[in-house]
C-alpha cells in the first residue's frame, strides 16, 4: 500500500486549503482513513479520521467544524478541507491507513503513512 499526499502549501489566516491522498496497491481491508498532521517541534496528532465503510467520520477538538474529511471509494481517494486556517495549523500534514483502528487518534494504530505534504498558515 501507497499513500501520496498533495495539495499543501503555503496561505494566508482565514483562509482554505484542501488536502488529498491517493491510496495505491492491495489496499482491500484498509477500512480507515485519517490525517495527521505534526508541527515543529511538536508530536504527531490526529486531525480527522474516515471509515471507509459508513463514513463516519471523528475530528480533534482543535478543528471541528473548520475542517472535513471525505473520501471517493471509486477514486480510492480521502480529502482534507481545511478552513478558516489558523497559524497554529501550520504542520506537515500526512495521511494514513489501518484496518482495525480503535483510538483513532494514535498513530500505531494506522499500518501505512504518506510521506507528508506541507501547509504553511501565515
Known amino acids: 500500500v501507497q499513500l501520496v499526499e498533495s495539495g499543501g502549501g503555503s496561505v494566508q489566516a482565514g483562509t482554505s486549503l484542501t488536502l488529498s491522498c491517493t491510496a495505491l496497491g492491495r489496499i482491500s481491508g484498509m477500512a480507515f482513513m485519517a490525517w495527521f498532521r505534526q508541527a515543529p517541534g511538536k508530536e504527531r496528532e490526529g486531525v480527522a479520521r474516515i471509515y471507509t465503510g459508513s463514513g463516519n467520520t471523528y475530528y480533534a477538538d482543535s478543528v471541528k467544524g473548520r475542517f472535513t474529511i471525505s473520501q471517493d471509494n471509486a477514486k480510492n481517494m480521502v480529502y482534507l478541507r481545511m478552513n478558516s486556517l489558523k497559524l497554529d495549523d501550520t504542520a506537515m500534514y500526512y495521511c494514513?491507513?489501518?484496518?482495525?483502528?480503535?483510538?483513532?487518534?494514535?498513530?500505531?494504530?494506522?499500518?501505512?503513512w504518506g510521506q507528508g505534504t506541507q501547509v504553511t498558515v501565515s
Open positions: 494514513a491507513t489501518g484496518r482495525f483502528v480503535r483510538s483513532w487518534w494514535r498513530m500505531i494504530e494506522y499500518e501505512f
